[in-house]
Nanobody, 123 residues
Framework: QVHLVESGGGLVQAGGSLRLSCVASGRAFSRYAVGWFRQAPGKERELVAAISWNGGNTDYADSVKGRFTISRDNAKNTVSLLMSSLKPDDTAVYYC????????????????WGQGTQVTVSS
């Protein structure tokens, strides 16, 4: 099992930046692809960004391309999401998830989830 804990959420003004962190415990975390999801009230949960086990491949939602950057440090069991040029539409609860499978994005299921951290962007 993998336990994930997110941190770094808060209230940010539009145009600002924020860095979210996901710290994992449990064995073999470095073997998993990891994704950041978000869910706003009245909307479906969506995948924002994902990264393969070694950081060699990343995917981003079209809505955040050029603004968000996902990275990982396997030595510290940490995955980060740097968000810049934030918009009010980015307001949501952000979740970190680990994907079982081969360690590449889309090769498994999002089996392990953190508790979420709230990001609020004011206009």
């Amino acid at each position: 099992q993998v336990h994930l804990v997110e941190s770094g959420g808060g209230l940010v003004q539009a145009g600002g930046s924020l860095r979210l962190s996901c710290v994992a415990s449990g064995r073999a975390f470095s073997r998993y692809a990891v994704g950041w999801f978000r869910q706003a009230p009245g909307k479906e949960r969506e995948l924002v960004a994902a990264i393969s086990w070694n950081g060699g491949n990343t995917d981003y939602a079209d809505s955040v391309k050029g603004r968000f950057t996902i990275s990982r440090d396997n030595a510290k069991n940490t995955v980060s999401l740097l968000m810049s040029s934030l918009k009010p539409d980015d307001t949501a609860v952000y979740y970190c998830a680990a994907e079982s499978g081969l360690g590449y994005i889309g090769t498994g299921s999002w089996d392990f989830w953190g508790q979420g951290t709230q990001v609020t962007v004011s206009s």
